[in-house]
């Protein structure tokens, strides 16, 4: 099955400065990826996505690329807030019969914004 | 719209208990799924089900049970509960894919478990 990969495990940045999470998968089936965020004791929520056929999705502060071709895909946020310090997880998603669709998670990044 | 609920939201059980996890949603999907997530980890599958009736096995489905009578509907067993089955659990719903339809998965609150 599907194997994705997630770096670096802790990001530790200064508030206003941006960060990068970035994870790679295994299997070129593969054909939309979602970012969640996940603060603490709390669900995971959707904050961008990205399908297959497109190269790069902006929302505000937040930015996904994917690189179908090196099979690795990145989240950036700019202008980093102590609000953005949560555990981030990135995950592929497989369409498969049925049209069901699997997701395969990455391990998560816990990123911590220091004001 | 309640979106997905699931209960309890915590549960201490003893070696060899067995307990079952409420999930419901309203939003009428016929995909729904449910997860563990052990400490500093991932999500991991553990059943999903496609529609009422139909049900399948995740990545880590030993140990659970599932069945699926209603589309709302999605209870999670464990029998003989072990000390390795102490996790956050998630249930999760989705849309079936369109070309409206984006197959975005919404989480429930997650039941907080610890066998001992």
């Known amino acids: 099955g599907e194997n994705v990969e997630q770096h670096p495990s802790t990001l530790s940045v200064q508030e206003g400065d941006s960060a990068v999470i970035k994870c790679t998968y295994s299997d070129s089936a593969s054909n939309y990826f979602p970012w969640y965020k996940q603060e603490l004791g709390k669900r995971p929520q959707l904050i961008i996505d990205i399908r297959s056929n497109v190269g790069e999705k902006k929302d505000q502060r937040i930015a996904v690329t994917l690189n179908k071709t090196a099979k690795h895909f990145s989240l950036h946020i700019t202008e980093t807030q102590p609000e953005d310090s949560a555990v981030y997880f990135c995950?592929?998603?497989?369409?498969?019969?049925?049209?069901?669709?699997?997701?395969?998670f990455g391990s998560g990044t816990k990123l911590n914004v220091k004001p | 719209n309640a979106g997905v609920t699931q209960t309890p939201k915590f549960r201490i059980l003893k070696i060899g208990q067995s307990m079952t996890l409420q999930c419901t949603q309203d939003m009428n999907h016929n995909y729904m799924y449910w997860y563990r997530q052990d400490p500093g980890m991932g999500l991991k599958l553990i059943y999903y089900s496609v529609g009422a009736g139909i049900t399948d096995k995740g990545e880590v489905p030993n140990g659970y049970n599932v069945s699926r009578s209603t589309t709302e509907d999605f209870p999670l067993r464990l029998e003989l509960a072990a000390p390795s089955q102490t996790s956050v659990y998630f249930c999760a719903s989705s849309p079936e894919l369109t070309n409206l339809a984006k197959n975005i998965q919404y989480f429930g609150a997650g039941t907080r478990l610890s066998v001992l």
């Open positions: 995950a592929a998603s497989i369409t498969g019969r049925n049209n069901f669709n699997k997701f395969y």
